[in-house]
């Protein structure tokens, strides 16, 4: 298997532009994840999907923020607009049942935002 | 609320030195325990993991951690380090009776020949 797949893998904006970022998770895995990071705030989990729904968005920062899972195959976040204090590094992972569940996350190489 | 802690920011040891990275957990129950290690520029691994059983849990490259309820603690060491174990190392624990999931804020580790 490719394991987790993101794309791109960095990417630079300017403040106010709109931003997509993109992930295949691994074949067969049914819970996706959607990780920042920064040097401030360490990794922080912004949502996670289990079959394609969203079951807990309470770590998105805001309402510029949105995420999508159109199939089991394919997820996408979005800012709307960008700002500076949005440049992190962004990481997709998966795994086959739900976090609580105690099941191992396969992370994506991540995406480096950098928004001037 | 739950919480994972990893009370040392930096470590540094010499190549061939033994490593304990600290981890410590708040939380009612026994959760489930990770360690995962980012090496630079990279996406995380799965080093190890906790669900119940024999405390002392093996793992990749040489990896081990200890569970200890009393303490709430779960501990990595590593024998031997090798230059190739500079990295990020972070703890996580993922609740049994929910669906959260937590990383604690990592410690980088740092080692000299």
């Known amino acids: 298997d490719a394991g987790v797949i993101q794309s791109p893998r960095h990417e630079v904006t300017e403040m106010g532009q709109e931003v997509t970022l993109r992930c295949k998770p691994i074949?067969?895995?049914?819970?996706l994840f959607w990780y920042r990071q920064t040097m401030m705030r360490g990794l922080e989990l912004l949502i996670y999907f289990n079959n394609n729904v969203p079951i807990d968005d309470s770590g998105m920062p805001e309402d510029r923020f949105s995420a999508k899972m159109p199939n089991a195959s394919f997820s996408t976040l979005k800012i709307q607009p960008s700002e500076p204090r949005d440049s992190a590094v962004y990481f997709c992972?998966?795994?086959?049942?739900?976090?609580?569940?105690?099941?191992?996350?396969?992370f994506g190489p991540g995406t480096r935002l950098t928004v001037l | 609320a739950q919480s994972v802690t990893q009370p040392d920011i930096h470590i540094t040891v010499s190549e061939g030195a033994s490593l304990e990275l600290r981890c410590n957990y708040s939380y009612g129950a026994t959760p489930y325990l990770f360690w995962y290690v980012q090496s630079p520029g990279q996406g995380l691994q799965l080093l190890l993991k906790?669900?119940?059983?024999?405390?002392l849990v093996q793992g990749i490259k040489g990896f081990e951690a200890e569970f200890k309820r009393s303490q709430s603690s779960f501990n990595l060491r590593k024998p031997s380090v090798h230059w190739s174990d500079a990295a990020e190392y972070f703890c996580a624990v993922g609740v049994r009776s929910g669906n959260q999931f937590y990383f604690g804020t990592g410690t980088s580790l740092t080692v000299i020949p």
């Open positions: 906790y669900f119940s059983g024999d405390t």
């Open positions: 074949s067969g895995h049914n819970s």
């Open positions: 992972a998966s795994s086959s049942g739900l976090a609580g569940a105690g099941d191992t996350q396969y």
